[in-house]
């Protein structure tokens, strides 16, 4: 085996007084996929941020290329050729395609910057990726999977001997996905090591050549890839053996409790219509761009909206999310970070924010607060060192949890949730699988928006697909497969295709 480029030895890390990594061993090699696994809050990130520089291990050391270094921060370490493309982007939102991926390395002509070049450079980056994002484009007005395309684009272009890939598929189509795989191999057979970090477990049996797996900030396990099948490495991470991933689905329904009629949204949405059930959970698949999220949002009053909502019978105020939760309809949003959670406010703040009426007289009532935090770590499972510390400083998984517990504080009786599971381990799925599944059984209604499949049929007990802005389907029973909805999400409806 070649030596190491980049290795930690013995590394612990703690955040004041919570200790997150416990005498971590691991390095990269030049020519491998070194994938590291586990659940959120198994300390993947801090690892991979100690190695690019971005924290200081409390005790231990960084090796380069066998040599003790200390990183002073990110810019010493991408000077050495070690790169990170993070989870959630690192870019910044007002500068255009081109600016980001030059960002600190500019080229000039002159005093001046040379625009053209840098044009010329970041679209043929692009390429490689199979991506026609104009470089031009600002990167506030493009979409996240070309957002999460120019980060790659960014990180190929430094030339990196060391590429540490933090989650860089989860906002990705399968296609996508795929180009982003055979650039991976690419740069392997070139000579560069690759730290690759992903909860999509089939990914990591693809790509990588070992894996290492942490649990609670240790290390528990480290074999060459082709030794491990997906099963043994979810067991390794949650530590106990995972079954029946998908709870039953009921299969008794009440009356409707929720009607779509010919709702439309200028230039995303035409004539959309459906019915949720009391006790069903009913699935939205389609394709990247297809009008899901889009459609979720007028239904709550988010987008302005013509056509017909009705809750029980009753017409919904369109445009108002007051409304629709005075009706008992709320959603989770997709983008939880940005849209979700305060993330520089605590636990408490954030939980009690959406039914703040019921903790108020004249002042805030902390000690309810406190009590309903206290109840909601216990009933959601929400791993926090310290109950005080910001939304930001939770892992994702726990971030998810929280978005949850602060969206059922409401007491509501219709649910949207908007990829339930992005960026989240197994074991974390399950235990939200699980959450989704009490809830139609507790006579809830539930709607779940999913770019996975897997999760989309093994959940709804009826999937809408949609394709372009429109419904192209609504399946049930044998009709609910992977084969059916993509030709539908597709616009490729077959003979066989039963959608009604």
Known sequence: MTAPVLAISGVSHSFGAVQVLFDIDFDLRPGEVHALIGENGAGKSTTMKILAGYLRPTSGQILLNGAPVSFTGSQQAEAAGIVMIHQEFNLAQQLTVEENIFLGREIKRGPFLDHRRMQAESRALLQRLNSNVDPR????????????????????????RVLIMDEPTAVLT?????????????????????????HKLDEVARIADRVTVLRDGRHVLEAPARELNTDRMAEAMVGRELSGLFPEKPEVFGDPVLQVEGLSVP????????????????????????????????VVGLRPASGRITIEGKPLKPGSVMAARSAGLVY???????????????????????????????????????AALDRAVAEFDIRAGDLNMNAGNLSGGNQQKLLLAKTMLAEPRIVIIDEPTRGIDIGTKQ?????IAGLAAAGKSVIVVSSELPEVIGLSNRVVVMAAGRIAGILEGDDINEQTIVRLAMGMPGEEVKAS
């Open 174 to 198: 399968a296609r996508e996905t795929e180009i982003l795989l055979e650039q991976i191999d690419r740069l392997r057979a070139a000579g560069t090591a690759i730290l690759y970090t992903s």
């Open 332 to 370: 989770l949003t997709e983008d939880r970070k940005e849209k979700g959670l305060l993330l520089g406010k605590n636990l408490r703040q954030n939980l009690t924010l959406l039914a703040l009426d019921r903790f108020t007289r004249i002042l805030i009532d902390r000690k309810a607060e406190a």
């Open 431 to 435: 235990q939200i699988y699980t959450f």
């Open 137 to 160: 484009a600002r990167v506030s007005d493009i979409s996240v999977p070309n957002r999460q395309m120019v980060e790659i684009a960014k990180a190929l272009g430094r030339e990196a």
């Open 267 to 298: 230039g995303l949405i035409q004539d959309a219509g459906f019915t949720l059930r009391r006790g069903e959970v009913l699935g939205f698949a389609g394709l990247v761009g297809a009008g899901r999220t889009e459609l979720m949002e007028a």
